[in-house]
């Protein structure tokens, strides 16, 4: 609402906590008591008590009688800007703690930041409120919250075909400002890319166990293991990703949904970086014009992982060359670990959306690869499900706990850009339906379900806790002793 509407009441532009303490610091500096103050601007001491407590926003009439008053203007006050001092500070924090629901759910009678509230009670009442609000978001770092976030990011995703023009545009310009112009991005050009950024790549192998890697950002240095991590981060990605949190600016996360957001970004830059836009689709078009695509090739002339082939087929294929696709990868049990689609696959989900640690069925490609005996060489299937009918290429892989598969599928229209379209292996699947192969036959369970017992496997993640405290739970005592331990020392 604009300022000539004098008559009406207005909605501050700051907050009025701060707008309150500011009109009480301007009152007192000027030696003026409540009572006098109220007289003054033809307004009662209760109506200002509770302008001064944020409790009530003034109507701009009385809030220019203030102003004059008090020898300032309406203009000034409403200006967003710090509090007055320390103490109004400390006074606006405890009010806004002890007016959030944290506060009120626990029925604890509230405190009045009055003058005669001492400045060391009041400091150590608002840190037991941010330490309260910080133990908080740390509860709520759980498995559930992880997954609805991602379940979040991926429908985001999904919703822009696994797209994001501006970070292939910001990777772009990185790799071909040090010389890239095809194939696999050397570990030389990383270097050189971590340069213009300032920094020099260091490997040490005493890096902090809760780390991947650690940027100095007073002495322009990014620390690396000595050798790729195990399950697929390799050194390229692991520097690409330091790099990739200078240059989208990120700051420490305050909470597990701003961690993983980073990590989305980090990750599709760094996916954009070892296989640019320019050279992947220059590739992926020939190879569609001679109708010859495939994840393998895909993978060895860029240098990368089956994964991650796979992965950065989903961000190019529909946007670049109009082929509707989807991702899966799995464990042996056939939990799902990761997935992605566009083009209708029925991926099983849970009630929240959730699509991680949800079984998949068991006629899939990303299941019956696993019981071939050569695994050298990708598997190709087609499978009729209640959606229609899909064309899916699978490569298994073994990772440090368990075996696993990665499929990328199509629509049956769009097989005939692979190689392995010719396959005669076909499956029928009628999942989410439990009769499908989830259930028993009736025979079958009629003789087995009073006459065994097995001993169930419990997965190690199950009762595994994630990072509480800061985001992304680093120790912070680690790191800093490491970087002490590593920070250059003058001549």
Request: charged share 25%.
């Amino acid at each position: 609402m604009s300022l000539e509407n004098s008559d009406q009441t207005t909605r501050p532009a700051a907050d009025p906590l701060v707008l309150g303490r500011r009109i009480r610091h301007a009152r007192t500096a000027r030696g003026m008591t409540l009572r006098e103050l109220a007289s003054a601007v033809g307004s009662t001491t209760s109506q200002l008590s509770l302008v001064e407590n944020g409790r009530r926003e003034p109507r701009l009439s009385l809030l220019t009688a203030i102003a004059e008053t008090l020898g300032t203007t309406a203009a000034d006050l409403l200006t967003p800007a710090p509090p007055p001092d320390r103490r109004a500070a400390l006074e606006i924090a405890l009010e806004q703690a002890q007016r959030g629901p944290l506060f009120a759910s626990l029925g604890a009678p509230a405190v009045r930041p009055g003058r005669r509230l001492p400045l060391d009670a009041l400091e150590s009442l608002v840190a037991l409120h941010a330490e309260l609000e910080r133990r908080a978001r740390a509860t709520i770092a759980t498995p559930e919250e992880a997954r609805r976030i991602n379940t979040e990011l991926r429908l985001e995703m999904q919703s822009h075909d696994n797209y994001v023009p501006e970070i292939e545009t910001l990777a772009e310009e990185q790799v071909r400002a040090v010389g890239y112009t095809g194939g696999a991005l050397t570990h030389h050009m990383v270097a050189q890319m971590a340069e213009r950024l300032g920094f020099t790549i260091i490997h040490v192998d005493d890096l902090p166990h809760s780390t991947r890697t650690v940027t100095d950002l007073e002495n322009g240095r990014i620390y690396l293991p000595p050798a790729s991590i195990p399950g697929g981060y390799g050194l390229r990605s692991l520097a690409l990703q330091a790099m990739a949190h200078r240059l989208f600016g990120h700051q420490r996360p305050a909470s597990y949904g701003d961690f993983l957001r980073q990590r989305q970004q980090i990750a599709y830059f760094t996916a954009c970086c070892l296989v640019p836009r320019f050279a992947a689709q220059t590739f992926l078009e020939g190879k569609k014009a001679e109708k010859d695509l495939a994840m393998e090739d895909f993978r060895d002339a860029f240098g990368i992982t089956h994964h991650s082939a796979a992965q950065r087929f989903t961000n190019l294929a529909t946007a670049l060359m109009g082929i509707p696709t989807h991702f899966i990868r799995a464990n042996d049990d056939g939990a799902m670990y990761r997935g992605y689609a566009n083009d209708g696959v029925p991926l099983p989900a849970d009630a929240t959306g959730a699509i991680e640690g949800q079984p998949l069925c068991r006629r899939w490609a990303a299941r019956s690869a696993f019981a071939r005996r050569n695994r050298s060489t990708e598997y190709f299937q087609y499978t009729d499900t209640p959606a229609g009918t899909y064309w899916c290429s699978t490569q298994t892989g073994s990772g440090r706990d368990s075996e696993f598969s990665i499929t990328l599928g199509v629509p049956f229209a769009h097989a005939k850009w692979f190689r392995g379209r010719e396959t005669t292996r076909r499956a029928a699947s009628s999942c989410p339906d439990e009769s499908c192969c989830r259930r028993p036959a009736e025979a079958v369970a009629a003789r087995w379900q009073d006459r065994s017992w097995p001993s169930a496997a419990m997965h190690a993640h199950v009762l595994s806790p994630l990072p509480a405290g800061t985001f992304p739970g680093v120790d912070d005592v680690e790191l800093y002793d490491f970087l002490e331990r590593h920070a250059p020392t003058a001549d």
